[in-house]
């Protein structure tokens, strides 16, 4: 997939989750936002500031061929 408008325009990533309700998806290494999280008591979880990928609308992405390698439209 390839992000085709935004601040992200022009990456490229895999497609890691699918929101059918929203109608987003989650592509890795696109849209990265910082989450600020801090240690709870019982679960060992990770605090500080954490890095992951948030949903982008589907559409603002497009699939790429495989054969040519440029964005496509799916019909």
Known sequence: MEVIRGE?????GTVHRVLPKEGRVVISGVNLIKRHTKPTGRVRT???????EAPIDVSRV???????ARPVLVG
């Open 8 to 12: 992200d325009a022009g990456a490229r």
């Open 46 to 52: 990770q605090a500080g500031i954490i890095e992951r």
């Open 62 to 68: 497009s699939l790429v061929c495989s054969n040519c």
